[in-house]
């Protein structure tokens, strides 16, 4: 596995992605940025962050561990 934040290729689709640790296990994340709106109990704000690489992944299912969507 890369170090943290390191980016490298999905070995299924190719695309640019890093690791981020997500309750001390390793998360792949898309390594562009994207802008997405949270919304809070008063307002909408707008945040850049990372899109997990399994929303995207045309294999992503192929990678979590139980298989299943």
């Known amino acids: 596995m890369p170090a ?39 307002a909408w704000h707008l945040v850049s962050g990372y899109e997990s690489h399994f929303a995207t992944c045309p294999d992503a299912k192929k990678w979590r561990k139980n298989g299943k969507d």
Not at 10 to 39: L, Q
Request: charged share 15%.
């Open 4 to 42: 943290k934040n390191q980016i490298t290729q999905c070995r299924s689709c190719g695309a640019s992605i890093f690791f981020v640790t997500v309750n001390d296990k390793p998360h792949p994340v898309n390594a562009t940025a994207k802008k997405v709106f949270i919304s809070s109990q008063s």
